[in-house]
Antibody, heavy 124, light 107 residues
Framework: EVQLVESGGGLGQPGGSLRLSCPAS????????MHWVRQAPGKGLQYLSV????????NYADSVKDRFTISRDNSKNTLFLQMRSLRVEDTAVYYC?????????????????WGHGSLVTVSS | DIVLTQSPGTLSLSPGERVSLSCRAS???????LAWYQHKPGQTPRLLIL???TRAPGIPDRFSGSGSGTDFTLTISRLEPEDFAVYYC?????????FGQGTKVEF
């Protein structure tokens, strides 16, 4: 059974940093590109970032480029999202998401598994 | 980035009704790489349709997808009580992948 379990959320200060982790199990983690998606309170889903299976290639939405960094540790089957320069508008539930088939970031692919999300609240 | 605009924002319907949800892209979606997801409160999004018109495994045949280029539609032929949810389209043909803002189907 595929499991994605986000952690590391909580209260962050404006201008501060937080790091989310997402340990994965139930599939060969190192074979798949992985993504982060968020949902702000009362808002829709917002795509954030993707990382290739080997961790060498990444891509970001403009809204988080230069502030957020996606990474992975294939030896620990874990996906990360480092968030810096936090803003109040970064308050959201953050989901770790698995590509259905692809290992590369430029491979068109839908999502087949989602974690249950980690709530990040940015407030002073 | 490709902007996806969904309409309407909210639909108030009853079980048994037929519903069509629209998703319009700001530029052509390459390869018709367009997916539809269903999202209920407290649950993870569920893939319904991929490639604009292919039902995901286990999805009932009352759900169907159509369209190409910039205009796409999700149709639910006969609403069941469990279908009341928010529906999102997503393009995955070009990075960054993007979602529409969602359509809420409510009772």
């Amino acid at each position: 059974e595929v499991q994605l379990v986000e952690s590391g959320g909580g209260l962050g200060q404006p201008g501060g940093s937080l790091r989310l982790s997402c340990p994965a199990s139930g599939f060969t983690f190192s074979n798949y590109a992985m993504h982060w998606v968020r949902q702000a309170p009362g808002k829709g889903l917002q795509y954030l970032s993707v990382i290739s299976a080997d961790g060498r290639t990444t891509n970001y939405a403009d809204s988080v480029k230069d502030r957020f960094t996606i990474s992975r540790d294939n030896s620990k089957n874990t996906l990360f999202l480092q968030m810096r320069s936090l803003r109040v508008e970064d308050t959201a539930v953050y989901y770790c998401v698995k590509s259905a088939h692809c290992s590369r970031v430029d491979c068109p692919d839908h999502f087949d598994y989602w974690g249950h999300g980690s709530l990040v609240t940015v407030s002073s | 980035d490709i902007v996806l605009t969904q309409s309407p924002g909210t639909l108030s319907l009853s079980p048994g009704e037929r519903v069509s949800l629209s998703c319009r892209a700001s530029q052509s979606v390459s390869g018709n790489y367009l997916a539809w997801y269903q999202h209920k409160p407290g649950q993870t999004p569920r893939l319904l349709i991929l490639g604009a018109s292919t039902r995901a495994p286990g999805i009932p045949d009352r759900f169907s997808g159509s369209g190409s280029g910039t205009d796409f539609t999700l149709t639910i032929s006969r609403l069941e009580p469990e279908d009341f949810a928010v529906y999102y389209c997503q393009q995955y043909g070009r990075s960054p992948r993007t979602f529409g803002q969602g359509t809420k189907v409510e009772f």
